[in-house]
């Protein structure tokens, strides 16, 4: 069973930086794309970064700001987020699009890491 697993989030004032981390495990698997997601309090899920092949796709409302990583032998995705603004207070998901030999391919989700940027 393929679990992700992030850390990394916390609270932090604004024009502050924060480094989330997401590993993926359990056993062998192919990933397609890697990426972040997020969700503010009453608003849905939103794209923030995802990286298929060797392109990075960003929300415009941190491009600039946030830059994510892949260290493809770790299977570990990073997202560096600098400049952080009260908008960025949310939970942020990691994603995998993965494809288990003989199981088939499917969308798997972390449980989420929260990030608070308040004074």
């Known amino acids: 069973q393929v679990q992700l697993a992030e850390s990394g989030g916390g609270l932090v004032q604004p024009g502050g930086s924060l480094r989330l981390s997401c590993a993926a495990s359990?056993?062998?698997?192919?990933?397609?794309?890697i990426g972040w997601y997020r969700q503010a309090p009453g608003k849905q899920r939103e794209l923030v970064a995802r990286i298929r092949d060797f392109t990075t796709d960003y929300a415009e409302f941190v491009r600039g700001r946030f830059t994510a990583s892949r260290d493809a032998a770790k299977n570990t995705v990073y997202l560096q987020m600098d400049g952080l603004n009260p908008e960025d207070t949310a939970i942020y998901y990691c994603?995998?699009?993965?494809?288990?030999?003989?199981?088939?391919?499917?969308?798997?989700w972390g449980q989420g890491t929260q990030v608070t940027v308040s004074s």
């Open positions: 994603y995998a699009d993965i494809t288990i030999p003989w199981q088939g391919r499917d969308d798997y």
């Open positions: 359990g056993g062998t698997f192919n990933i397609h794309a």
